[in-house]
């Protein structure tokens, strides 16, 4: 069976809610099944994959370093909107550097994040077969 | 058609429950067929067998298992969810060294991997959730 | 791909309508249920943004959730029409996916 295209919409900031750290399980869980997996991040979404986040004054585990994982699990099609960047003051520049390694092409270091401007966005998730937002 | 349901509030605190509930009889009063039903985040307390609401007041987990025998549906409790929030059925309190359990009949405790195979395998899949 | 989104936030707290609407594509369809029911009256300071929207995709409102909130069909705005659950199910078989915007 040819693999389905998952998405995965994040659009609550981590911390305050358990579902942006609930959803990167499912989303660690779905590369086990070699579907076409995307990740959207629009609206609050945005703060998931921000650097530099420090819990120690939360007591709460930070879980930021896991999205930098995803590359190795083949995970590397991570959309980001730059209206919902932009409407909270944001930039690429305030967002994790992600990576992945294409073995393609001698293991070079590529972005995972694409950035998308909201009409992309829309395009994205109407190509898509499962949509899974949390 | 084929439909996989996903479920993430608990019972009483969101109306989800009671949505995805209706949109469940309705899916099969029309003759499809449901691949699955998953319970992620708090959804998975819909499989508690300890809540006792006022008398006049629906028991939602009870409609689910009622739901489920009558319909032979697959209910699947998320186990990480469950076990951080305190679910678990007989095997897995076994596990885990408790001495009580308390899931509702009906449902069963897997891993998450279930709720993608349920996407790969259904024609639609529908999320209820806050 | 013909898209059925789902939205049950109310428009007067969440930002979850609004993102809806500007992620449609023509021909997608929307459905209100929960307390996104109160998104279909006209007159509100949220009805001229649905109004436009509607110009290229369906509304729709879970009629059950409507008059739960003791609103009727004849403040919603034209052109959005009343489903019940089986009318939610059929959305859900004539539009090739479904997205919820929790």
Not at chain 3, 33 to 43: K, Q, T, Y
């Amino acid at each position: 069976m040819a693999a389905k295209k998952f998405m995965f919409v994040n659009r609550k900031a981590p911390y305050g809610t358990v579902y942006a750290l609930e959803s990167l399980e499912v989303v660690l869980i779905s590369a086990a099944f070699e579907q076409d997996v995307s990740l959207a991040f629009i609206d609050d979404g945005v703060y998931q994959i921000t650097k530099g986040q420090n819990t120690d004054g939360i007591g709460q585990k930070n879980f930021s370093n896991t999205y930098k994982a995803l590359g190795d699990y083949e995970i590397n099609k991570l959309y980001v909107e730059k209206e919902s960047l932009e409407e909270r003051g944001l930039t690429q520049d305030d967002l994790m550097d992600l990576v992945w390694e294409d073995e393609d092409d001698d293991w070079a270091e590529k972005p995972s994040i694409i950035l998308v401007d909201r009409s992309e966005m829309a395009d994205v998730m109407a190509e898509q077969e499962v949509t899974l937002s949390f | 058609m084929k439909f996989t349901i996903m479920i993430n509030e608990g019972p009483y605190q969101h109306q989800s429950a009671d949505s995805a509930l209706q949109f469940c009889r309705a899916v099969l009063a029309q003759g499809h067929e449901i691949f699955r039903v998953f319970f992620y985040h708090d959804g998975v307390n819909n499989g508690s067998s300890l809540s006792v609401p006022p008398g006049d007041d629906r028991l939602i987990q009870k409609e689910w298992s009622e739901l489920s025998k009558e319909n032979d549906l697959d209910l699947v409790i998320c186990i990480a969810a469950a076990q951080r929030r305190g679910l678990m059925d007989e095997d897995e309190a076994k596990r885990q060294g408790f001495e009580s359990n308390n899931m509702i009949d009906g449902f069963r405790i897997s891993g998450l991997g279930q709720l993608i195979e349920g996407g790969i395998e259904s024609d639609r899949t529908v999320v209820f959730g806050d | 791909m013909a898209m059925l989104h789902i939205v049950n936030k109310s428009p007067f707290e969440k930002v979850s309508f609004r993102s809806c609407l500007n992620h449609v594509k023509p021909g997608d369809s929307v459905l209100m249920i929960e307390d996104a029911a109160v998104g279909a009256l006209d007159g509100t300071s949220f009805s001229d943004k649905l109004k436009t929207a509607m110009g290229d995709v369906s509304v729709y409102v879970l009629g059950g959730d409507l008059v739960a909130r003791g609103l009727s069909e004849d403040r919603m705005i034209d052109g959005i029409k009343t489903v019940d659950y089986a009318g939610f199910v059929d959305l859900t078989v004539k539009n090739e996916t479904t997205q919820s915007w929790l």
